[in-house]
């Protein structure tokens, strides 16, 4: 037995030294059904035919469980999801195109600003580059994982970013590969958290802006400025918007006329 400092002592009675305390035997908890079949699958004169309805038997009631446990998974990945995209600030765009002026939020801006309360609601995000795309495009893939097991995984297709101002080339392949990729994770990882950008100083008119072209769009608007060697800036400058994902979508069909027009006057004069 142990005693405080303060625990008073019978004079001339010396205590034995305190015992160490065996540690608790914890008991593993066997599941009643698998003691069950154990115990018949032992009995050399079980009925076999009994002995495989209940292995059927425990079958389903695991499958079922399991089912349970991944429907309460999703709930709770759904319900982070919504918690996270709630708190996601306006993330401040920091970056500056330094051909067509415009601003913009990139990889490192997000990391900053938005992944770290992604992270907090017990989000994991990879993403990587994948094979399928049609040629000139790279298939860019992003798989959102939570911490109660369940994850979702999305890909989406994106002109290969080769050329620079004037439709010129001015990346070797593995850079068009990593600009690309590094693209669509940003483009992607903003779409499935609802992570909208700003001006450096928080403005938020992106909410008093039209609705805005769908990625589909964005990526033929891209393909179509690359062939036709259109200057990406005075495209932009012409649709009076900072990036190609903040053209208006009720100016997609008139841009992509105008494009397809020069494409085909080039290929004329050919």
């Known amino acids: 037995m142990k005693h405080s400092p303060n625990t008073p002592e019978t004079s001339g009675v010396a205590l034995a030294a305190a015992e160490p305390e065996a540690p608790e035997m914890v008991s593993a908890q066997i599941d009643p059904m698998v003691a069950t079949i154990e115990k018949v699958a032992l009995d050399p004169n079980a009925d076999i035919g ?3 309805k209940m292995l059927d038997m425990k079958e389903r009631i695991d499958d079922r469980a399991r089912q349970d446990r991944e429907r309460e998974a999703e709930r709770e990945f759904y319900r982070a999801l919504n918690a996270a995209q709630t708190s996601i600030p306006l993330v401040a765009r ?3 195109n330094t051909f067509s002026g415009y601003t913009y939020a990139d990889l490192a801006d997000i990391e900053t600003q938005a992944m770290p309360i992604i992270r907090d ?3 994991a995000v990879a993403a990587w580059s994948g094979a399928g795309a049609p040629d000139g495009y790279q298939r860019v893939h992003l798989r959102v994982s939570h ?3 369940h994850s979702h995984e999305i890909c989406d297709d994106f002109p290969l970013d080769s050329s620079g101002t004037g439709g010129k080339t001015n990346k070797t392949p593995v850079q068009a590969k990593g600009s690309t990729t590094s693209y669509g994770r940003r483009y992607l990882l903003c779409g499935y958290f609802g992570i909208a950008t700003a001006d450096d100083d928080g403005s938020r008119r992106e909410a008093s802006r039209p609705e ?3 990625a589909k769009d964005a990526c033929s608007l891209r393909d179509l400025i690359t062939k036709s060697g259109t200057d990406e800036s005075k ?3 012409a649709a009076k918007a900072q990036t190609i994902e ?3 979508a009720s100016d997609v069909t008139r841009l992509k006329s105008l494009l397809e027009r020069k494409l085909k006057e080039g290929a004329d004069n050919v």
């Open 147 to 149: 911490v109660g097991g």
């Open 50 to 52: 009994k002995l495989e």
């Open 121 to 123: 609601h017990g989000f």
């Open 246 to 248: 903040d053209i208006a």
């Open 94 to 96: 920091t970056r500056k």
């Open 212 to 214: 805005t072209i769908s």
């Open 235 to 237: 495209f932009l400058k």
